[in-house]
């Protein structure tokens, strides 16, 4: 008989998988590698302007929130398209349903970014 895993070693497990999935993400998808460039240079433009806490807070939240979404559309998309390979219009909703989800998080990571660092860069243009 097989010994139950204790509750730690199913976290640490899990935890495994995500990684993983999270690595396959950056390495395959053209869409989460050019999310994740774009995240790192909003990471890096928040130490340039030393950004407040409460902005940081936003800036990873929205950071997360982008790469999740889009990392839930990656796999509703490969599902779709191993349960039915053929075109068809149902499946078709379905993956640009999931698209709209991306988009409406890519539109407030632009609205976060914008009202954290427009200011910053009017305030650079008027030093220089």
């Not at 909003?42 to 939240?61: P, R």
């Not at 796999?75 to 075109?87: G, K, L, W």
Request: glycine share 6%; with cysteine; hydrophobic share 55%.
């Amino acid at each position: 008989m097989k010994k139950k895993e204790s509750f730690y070693q199913g976290r640490v497990k899990g935890m495994g998988y995500a990684i993983k999935g999270a690595w396959m993400l950056l390495m395959n998808e053209a869409s989460i590698q050019v999310q994740a460039v774009i995240a790192v240079l909003i990471t890096i433009a928040g130490f340039f302007f030393n950004i407040s806490t409460t902005e940081w807070i936003l800036q990873t939240i929205t950071i997360a929130l982008v790469l999740s979404i889009e990392g839930l559309n990656t796999a509703i998309e490969e599902m779709a398209d191993f349960i039915h390979p053929d075109q068809n219009p149902k499946i078709g909703y379905i993956k640009d349903v999931a698209a709209g989800a991306v988009f409406f998080a890519a539109v407030a990571a632009v609205f976060v970014a914008c009202l954290i660092y427009i200011p910053k860069f009017q305030n650079l243009m008027i030093l220089l």
